[in-house]
């Protein structure tokens, strides 16, 4: 008997992040550098902002694409912070979280049969929303020695007739790595020659370390083929609120639009009002929240460095760091496993993050320095009672 559940939905499990959390609840005393969001709570005046505005009546549907005042503060923050020149009106589109603008483009951009281009590994959901889409995607992988950045010969080897879209994400998740400018430079003109769209998702623009954040849609030579896309819930702790954005060429954004319609209608509009105040409030406010992540990269990397077996190289963004483990475990999934059953530390198997990324657990740092400290100690124990 055929299956009542779609091929399309067949095509893609459940991530393995979801099975460690939920393996996670059986304890009461976890440390947990498994949850990819920020520890920290919106900024208070982002919230009192928004639930006022709910308040006066802002509680409608906006039109689809978001509300034009939003779109203007996005257009001015892209122009004025990423050097991108975007039309509010027809090159702006206010979706739910970066992840709904990047299944909106492929949705736009990809038939079945294509080929689409993303680092290995990857944010799971990369390759999850390009199997639903039929597509096939095509993995790049990327090096602990080139401190995982993505290369632009790695990706020309692997282009085919049938590449259609290339995905980005730099700073990265899960790797912690960040693409120099010059490289992107590389990989924009590579993308551009083969007619490749550029998918450039800068989730995590505003927390990079010894390197400065560059956004390859401010090449106005190659601004037909490059669709970047931003979130609000890393840089201003907004995860719950889900609002993030995308920039491109009109006649892509106006297509997204119309899916967008039919998918959620509009981003909701309290949320939108979030957005708004998040793009006012005093940069101190991120550059704090930057700040605390980058000594707990120290605390970490630090930690993780004096313990047998372990080692890490410093990432150079975001608040993850992609921990080497190979010489204790050729399998992250059952290291990482037995890291939770023996000493309660949850933390998430490379290999779930595409073939490339075994041998790797990734760990937040977005968390307490009382609890990174407490989370070095146990795996020190679990190093010294069941590694050789
Ligand atoms: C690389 C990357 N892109 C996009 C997202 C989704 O962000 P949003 O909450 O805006 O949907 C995440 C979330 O973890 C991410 O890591």
């Known amino acids: 008997m055929s299956s009542i559940i779609s091929s399309r939905s067949r095509r893609i499990e459940r991530s393995e992040i979801f099975e460690m959390l939920a393996r996670a609840q059986d304890y009461d005393d976890v440390i947990n550098f498994g949850v990819g969001q920020p520890h920290f709570n919106t900024p208070e005046?982002?919230?009192?902002?928004?639930?006022?505005?709910?308040?006066?009546?802002?509680?409608?549907?906006?039109?689809?694409?978001?509300?034009?005042?939003?779109?203007?503060?996005?257009?001015?923050?892209?122009?004025?912070?990423?050097?991108?020149?975007?039309?509010?009106?027809?090159?702006?589109?206010?979706?739910?979280?970066?992840?709904?603008?990047?299944?909106?483009?492929?949705?736009?951009?990809?038939?079945?049969?294509?080929?689409?281009?993303?680092?290995?590994?990857?944010?799971?959901?990369?390759?999850?929303?390009?199997?639903?889409?039929?597509?096939?995607?095509?993995?790049?992988?990327?090096?602990?020695?080139?401190?995982?950045?993505?290369?632009?010969?790695?990706i020309e080897r692997r282009i085919s007739e049938n590449s259609r879209v290339l995905m980005i994400n730099s700073p990265n998740n899960p790797t912690g790595g960040a693409i120099e400018k010059s490289e992107l430079l590389k990989i924009a003109e590579l993308a551009h020659e083969n007619d490749l769209m550029l998918l450039t998702d800068e989730t995590y623009e505003k927390f990079c370390y010894d390197i400065e954040h560059f956004s390859p849609g401010s090449l106005r030579k190659y601004r037909d083929n490059i669709i970047s896309i931003f979130s609000f819930s890393k840089v201003y702790a907004m995860t719950g609120w889900r609002v993030g954005f995308a920039a491109g060429p009109a006649e892509i954004i106006k297509e997204m639009i119309k899916v967008h319609d039919s998918v959620g209608l509009c981003t909701p509009s309290v949320s939108q009002a979030a957005a708004y105040k998040a793009l006012q409030v005093d940069d101190e406010v991120v550059e704090e929240m930057a700040s605390t992540y980058r000594?707990?990269?120290?605390?970490?990397?630090?930690?993780?460095?004096?313990?047998?077996?372990f080692s890490c190289i410093y990432p150079r963004g975001t608040f993850y760091a992609f921990v080497n483990v190979k010489d204790v475990s050729q399998n992250s999934l059952e290291l990482a496993r037995d890291m939770l059953d023996r000493e309660q530390v949850v933390t998430v198997a490379g290999s779930s993050f595409g073939e490339a990324g075994e041998g790797f657990l990734r760990f937040s740092y977005a968390n307490s320095r009382e609890n990174i400290e407490e989370g070095l100690e146990r795996i020190k124990n679990y190093s010294r009672n069941y590694l050789d």
Do not use: C
């Open 45 to 154: 005046e982002i919230t009192d902002y928004a639930f006022d505005q709910a308040k006066k009546g802002y509680t409608h549907y906006t039109v689809n694409a978001g509300d034009i005042k939003v779109r203007r503060a996005i257009a001015q923050k892209l122009q004025s912070e990423n050097d991108i020149e975007a039309d509010p009106v027809s090159e702006i589109i206010i979706t739910v979280g970066a992840i709904e603008a990047l299944f909106l483009a492929l949705m736009v951009l990809v038939e079945s049969g294509d080929e689409v281009l993303l680092q290995d590994p990857s944010w799971v959901n990369y390759e999850a929303q390009v199997k639903l889409m039929g597509a096939d995607p095509v993995r790049v992988p990327v090096k602990e020695e080139n401190n995982f950045a993505l290369r632009a010969e790695d």
């Open 295 to 309: 000594k707990n990269r120290e605390l970490l990397v630090e930690g993780i460095n004096s313990i047998d077996g």
